[in-house]
Nanobody
């Protein structure tokens, strides 16, 4: 089965930057939206950013102006550039791919992002 492999998480001080990467281990057909979610301890998982097609993006209000989502169609990879990180950004970040042809969604294993003050 296809797995989404995430990387790029870590520990960073407030104001720092991290770049998350996510790519499937195999072919996924009918990709509609690729996105990033995060879940902090004791909180619900929330959408951080998503990209549909080649250029249409959507961001949570809390990260607008600081985070940038992008994709590489050749690799079916999706990235999240996180700048000006804040302690409230601390969470496990999950990659998600939504399909239209199969109706199957794929989730990454999660990568920990910790921002210290």
């Amino acid at each position: 089965q296809v797995q989404l492999v995430e990387s790029g998480g870590g520990l960073v001080q407030a104001g720092g930057s991290l770049r998350l990467s996510c790519a499937p281990s195999g072919s996924i057909f009918g990709i509609y939206t690729m996105g990033w979610y995060r879940q902090a301890p004791g909180k619900q998982r929330e959408l951080v950013a998503a990209i549909t097609g080649r250029t249409s993006t959507n961001y949570a209000d809390s990260v607008k102006g600081r985070f940038t989502i992008s994709r590489d169609n050749a690799k079916n990879a999706v990235y999240l550039q996180m700048n000006s990180l804040k302690p409230e950004d601390t969470a496990v970040y999950y990659c998600k791919i939504e399909t239209r042809l199969t109706g199957v969604d794929y989730w990454g294993q999660g990568t920990q992002v910790t921002v210290s003050s």
